[in-house]
Structures are given as C-alpha cells and as structure tokens.
C-alpha cells in the first residue's frame, strides 16, 4: 500500500503542530520537511529546530529532504532532532557513497534524490545502498509548481530496477503530485507520495485534502480516533 507524506513546505507556519495533528488525524503516513539553502536551490526555508518541532507535534515518520550543497555537516543535526529518514541529492554530492555512510552512522535511514534532468541509471550503482529514492516531479526550490510527467517513466524505470534486483527500497515521488496525478504514480511504481500544496491548499481543508489523494492512492479512509463528544440526551 503506498504511502502520503505531507511536506509542510507548502503549510501555515503559525499553526504547524495542528496542522500535523490534521494530516496524522486524516490518514496521513510520515512528514516531509523540505531544506533549502539558497545555494543548490534559489531558495532558503527550514532547519533542524523546525524538524525539531514536528518531532513534538507527531508521532508520524519524519523525513527531510536536503536541497542543500554538501550536506555532510547538517546531517546530524537532522538526525538528533528526530528525523528518521534523510534524503540527499545525487547532484549535491561530491562523494556520495561517504554521505549515505554518515547517514547510517547517525542512526538514520538515507535516501538519494535526483532531478528532473538527472537519468535513473546514475542510481543504478548506489541504488542497492539506500533505503530510498526520490523522484523529483518538479524542479527543486519550490512548492506548487506543475506536476511533470515525465517524472512516471523515471518511476516505472527505478521500480523495474528495484524489483529485477529484488530489493526492498521505497521509492518517492515529490512536486506537483495531487488528486489528478496520485494514481498514475502509484501505478508507475511509487511507494510513497509527497504532496504541499495539494493538502496544505487544499480549499475543503487539509483533511480534504488528505482523504481525496488517499482515496486515489487506494487507501481507505481512516477510522477516526478522535473520540466522539457524548450528546446530552
Ligand atoms: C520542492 C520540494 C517538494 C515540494 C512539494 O523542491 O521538494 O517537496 O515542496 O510541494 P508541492 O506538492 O506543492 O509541489
Ligand atoms: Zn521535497
């Protein structure tokens, strides 16, 4: 069954514990927080504290998402702020393999991510050392840009790969994906899905949101834990 993490990218900063509180209450499965540093992408958002934060806000997986040049040195801040997952670029980094290596010495689970312009057999080295990969679906640095479509041939690509070896690696779509697009990506071969805008914007609300991809996807709705308020009478 393939999974909806949230990228709080595209959330209301003022009120970002409910608003995981929201998506945890609707069916959603981990958090994605996307790092920028304005130097591998023309933009600059979230560190470790905000990571950090979500942490104290839900019991979801938390995953980052470093767009950021030679990530090395912020690793393990992630990581002790309670992100479970990290995810690197392969175009960001000069000695790949070492910084999937730190990953894992820090407790984490690595994850390497490639461009729109970037061709899957550049993973077809590393592909068996990660625990995830992540196809862009738009061009990194910002949220609610265009789903682009040629990112399912690159998925339906990785995940021949991943199964004619038999591994057992998620793969992750990210950028652009919504309601419209949710089912393509699974049946191209995606494991998880990554949605901003299309929950955080979503006009119903996030649980809306959340439910209408979710639906797509093939996952049921969540029974709802919040325990009803007895009615007088
Ligand atoms: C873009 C980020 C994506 C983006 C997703 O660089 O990696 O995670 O925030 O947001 P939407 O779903 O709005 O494209
Ligand atoms: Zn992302």
């Known amino acids: 069954m393939a999974e909806l993490a949230p990228s709080i990218l595209a959330a209301d900063f003022a009120h970002l514990g409910a608003q995981l509180a929201a998506c945890e209450l609707a069916g959603a499965d981990r958090i994605h927080i996307d790092v920028m540093d304005n130097h591998f992408v023309p933009n600059l958002t979230m560190g470790p504290e905000v990571a950090a934060a979500c942490r104290r806000s839900t019991k979801l997986t938390l995953e980052a998402h470093l767009m950021v040049e030679n990530p090395d040195s912020i690793i393990p801040a992630f990581l002790a702020a ?23 010495q820090g407790g984490g689970q690595a994850g390497v991510g490639i461009n729109p312009a970037t061709p899957v057999h550049f993973l077809s080295q590393l592909i068996e050392e990660v625990d995830l990969a992540l196809v862009m679906s738009v061009d990194p640095g910002f949220g609610g840009q265009a789903f682009q479509p040629a990112a399912l041939g690159k998925l339906a690509e990785l995940r021949e790969m991943i199964d004619r070896r038999g591994l057992t690696c998620d793969l992750e779509v990210d950028g652009g994906v919504d309601a419209d697009n949710a089912r393509a990506c699974v049946d191209a071969g995606a494991s998880i899905l990554v949605a901003g805008t299309s929950v955080f914007r979503a006009p119903g609300g996030i649980a809306a949101g959340v439910g209408c991809i979710l639906s797509q996807m093939g996952q049921p709705a969540p029974k709802s834990t919040a325990t009803p308020t007895a009615r007088p009478g």
């Open 82 to 104: 309670g992100v479970e997952l990290v995810t690197v670029h392969f175009e960001a980094c000069r000695q790949l393999h070492r910084t999937i290596t730190v990953i894992r």
